[in-house]
């Protein structure tokens, strides 16, 4: 089964590198928003929906999400 995470839209532009909140405890489910190489990301750049996920995810680590982790898009 493919992993589930909520994502920005492919279509709009080239996404280098995401900052990957994976669930504690739902293997496979998480939060991945684009980010820089540093894990740096821009709010302004972000839609609503997945603006709001990321911040739900960041406030969340160590209850609902693990600590983030930039990782290279696919």
């Known amino acids: 089964m493919p992993a589930r995470f909520a ?3 492919p279509d709009l ?8 909140f994976d ?3 739902h293997p496979g489910r ?3 928003v684009p980010c820089d190489a540093t894990g740096h990301v821009d709010l302004d750049a972000l839609s609503e929906r997945l603006r ?15 600590c983030p982790t930039v990782q290279q898009a696919h």
Do not use: C, D
């Open 52 to 66: 709001t996920a990321y911040l739900g995810a960041r406030a969340m680590v160590g209850r609902e999400y693990a």
């Open 13 to 20: 532009q080239p996404v280098s590198h995401v900052l990957r």
């Open 23 to 25: 669930s504690l405890f």
């Open 7 to 9: 994502t920005a839209n």
């Open 30 to 32: 998480g939060v991945a």
